[in-house]
C-alpha cells in the first residue's frame, strides 16, 4: 500500500471535495501509482484485479483533463458489459458531483438506441460503453470522435476474450493520434500486447499484485447439500443471520429463475438477474437492490464484475462455480472497503474436489459448517424473543394490564399457562408482522416466464392461463423481451454487449 493522501496526489478542489464527500480517505495502491502519471499526460497500461480501485485511478484523470465548456465527446471509456458501463458512469458522476455541468452517459446495447443519440446529440463531455454499441454509433456518425483527449479500456483482456477484437480496433483507429490511452487489465496476454503496441504510445505499466485473491475479512464456509435440500437450508441460514443484502449466485439462467421463485414462495424479499432479461428492468432490479428494497438478489456471473455494492452482507454460491477466479469474483462482493463478509457455498458428492481445488488457488481455507437443525432454528428465535422480554422487563418498558392478569387467574388459568400464551401471541405477530414487511418490499418487477406451449404467450410458472397483464398469472409476450430459451438460433435474439 502506498501511504499518500489524496491531496499528494495534485487533486483540483473540486474533485478533493468530491472524494471527501464519498469517505475516501487514502487512495488504493493503483490510485496512488496511476494518478500522478495520468497528470503527466502519460499513456498507461495498469495491471490490477478487480475490486483494486482502479475506477477511481482513471476516472480522477480523466475528469480533470475535460473542458466543461466545449459540449463534446473528450473522453472515452470502454467497458466489457452493460452492468461494467453503468457502475463506471456512476462512479464517474460520484466522483464529478462538483464540476459543474458535467454531462457523463453510459451507451450499450440492449437500451432504446435512440435515447442514446439523443443524448449525444444534446452534447456531453464523457461517454463509457461497450464495444459493440460505441461502434453502432460512431457509424451513425452520431458519436463524434475528434475531440476525444483520452481513451480508457477497462477490463481490455475480457473485451478481447468476448471478441470484441475488431470493434475496438475500429474504435481506437478512429482517435486523434495525440490522445491519451489508458489500459487497465487484469492478466497480460499476447492480444493484450498486440493491441497496447498498436495504440498506446510508449506505456508505462504499472503493476499491483495482490497478496491473496481473496481477503481475510471474508469468513467463508461450505454446507454439504443435496439440490434438492438448497432453498431449505438457506432459508434457515437467512432466518437464522438476518443479512440487510444478500446475493446468491447460481450457474445457469433457468437455476436463477426456479431459486428465485422459491424464495418469493417463502416470503423473502428477492428478484433476479441473468442475460435474458431486459436491460431496464435488470437496471430497475439493481436500484431497488442498492436502495435495500430488495434483500436478496438472485445472479449469473453477470452480476459477479459489474455490481459494485459495498454494504452486501453476504454472498450465497447456490451452484458451486466451474471455474476458481468466479469464485473470487463472487465473493469480492462482500467484505469491501474493509467491512466483515460472509461467503456460503453449498456443495455435494464430487463437487467438492472442485471447492477443495477453489481453496488450493485462492490460498484460502474454505472451511466446512453443519447445517443448522429446526429445533436449533426454533431455539435461536425463542431466545431473541427472551432477550427482547427481558431488557423490556429491565427499562420497565411496558404498560400495566394487572387486572386482565387477575382475570385470567380467577377463571383458574395459572401464571405458567397464562405466559405460554402470551409468548405463543407474540411469535405468531413477529412471524405475520415479517410477512407483511416482505410483501410491503417485494420488487414490482415480474417474476420468471416459461413458455406454455402456446404460440405468442407466456405464463409464471405455476401460474393461471396467459393472458393479458393483470390477469393471474399472465403476461403478454410483449412484457418480456429477451432471448428465447429455444428455437432457432439467432431467430428473436439479438447481440448482447
Known amino acids: 500500500m502506498i501511504e499518500k493522501s489524496f491531496g499528494e496526489l495534485g487533486l483540483s478542489h473540486e474533485l478533493q471535495r468530491a472524494v471527501q464527500k464519498l469517505g475516501f480517505e487514502t487512495p488504493s495502491s493503483i490510485q496512488a501509482l496511476t494518478i500522478p502519471v495520468a497528470y503527466e499526460g502519460q499513456d498507461i497500461l495498469g495491471i490490477s484485479e478487480t475490486g483494486s480501485g482502479k475506477t477511481a485511478a482513471f476516472g480522477i484523470p480523466a475528469l480533470e483533463s475535460i473542458d466543461l465548456s466545449d459540449r463534446r465527446p473528450q473522453v472515452l471509456i470502454l467497458c466489457p458489459t452493460r452492468e461494467l458501463s453503468v457502475q463506471v458512469c456512476e462512479e464517474v458522476h460520484r466522483l464529478g458531483s462538483e464540476l459543474k455541468g458535467l454531462s ?153 429463475d426456479e431459486c428465485c421463485e422459491a424464495l418469493l414462495a417463502r416470503g423473502y424479499s428477492a428478484d433476479r438477474i441473468h442475460g435474458d432479461i431486459p436491460q431496464n428492468i435488470r437496471e430497475r432490479t439493481i436500484k431497488l437492490f442498492r436502495e435495500g428494497k430488495v434483500e436478496l438478489l438472485v445472479a449469473t456471473d453477470v452480476a459477479a464484475r459489474g455490481l459494485d455494492i459495498d454494504d452486501i452482507d453476504v454472498v450465497f454460491n447456490y451452484d458451486i462455480p466451474h471455474d476458481p477466479e468466479d469464485y473470487v469474483h463472487r465473493v469480492g462482493r462482500t467484505g469491501r472497503a474493509g467491512r466483515f463478509g460472509r461467503a456460503v457455498s453449498f456443495v455435494f458428492g464430487r463437487e467438492i474436489h472442485r471447492l477443495e481445488a477453489i481453496g488450493r488457488y485462492t490460498k484460502h481455507a474454505i472451511k466446512r459448517a453443519k447445517i443448522p437443525t429446526v429445533e436449533e432454528l426454533q431455539g435461536l428465535r425463542e431466545n431473541k424473543l427472551f432477550e427482547n422480554l427481558k431488557l423490556r422487563l429491565e427499562e420497565n418498558r411496558f404498560e400495566r394490564y394487572g387486572n386482565l392478569f387477575d382475570r385470567l387467574l380467577d377463571q383458574g388459568h395459572t401464571p405458567t399457562d397464562i405466559a405460554n400464551g402470551l409468548f405463543t401471541m407474540l411469535k405468531e405477530a413477529e412471524a405475520k408482522e415479517n410477512q407483511e414487511i416482505r410483501e410491503d418490499t417485494e420488487p414490482s418487477s415480474p417474476k420468471p416466464h416459461y413458455r406454455d406451449g402456446k404460440k405468442g404467450h407466456f405464463r409464471r410458472k405455476g401460474g393461471g392461463p396467459p393472458g393479458r397483464r393483470g390477469s393471474k398469472g399472465g403476461f403478454r409476450r410483449s412484457n418480456y423481451k429477451g432471448k428465447r430459451s429455444g428455437g432457432p438460433k439467432g431467430k428473436g435474439q439479438r447481440r448482447e454487449n
Open 104 to 256: 457523463a452517459i453510459p451507451v450499450y446495447g440492449g437500451a432504446p438506441i435512440s435515447r442514446q443519440i439523443r443524448s449525444l446529440k444534446d452534447g456531453v463531455h464523457l461517454v463509457v460503453g461497450t464495444p459493440g454499441r460505441l461502434l453502432d454509433l460512431y457509424q451513425k456518425k452520431v458519436l463524434k470522435t475528434g475531440a476525444i483527449r483520452m481513451v480508457v479500456l477497462d477490463e481490455a483482456d475480457r473485451m478481447l476474450d468476448m471478441g470484441f477484437k475488431d470493434d475496438m480496433n475500429t474504435i481506437l483507429g478512429s482517435l486523434p493520434e495525440d490522445r491519451q490511452s489508458l489500459f487497465f487489465s487484469a492478466t497480460m496476454n499476447r492480444e493484450v500486447e498486440k493491441l497496447i503496441h498498436r495504440f498506446a504510445n510508449q506505456p508505462k505499466e504499472i503493476r499491483v499484485k495482490k497478496k491473496e485473491l481473496t481477503v481475510s475479512t471474508i469468513d467463508q464456509c461450505y454446507y454439504e447439500v443435496r439440490s434438492r435440500s438448497k432453498v431449505e437450508v438457506l432459508s434457515r441460514l437467512l432466518d437464522i443471520e438476518p443479512t440487510r443484502l444478500a446475493v446468491v449466485f447460481c450457474n445457469t439462467k433457468v437455476m436463477v
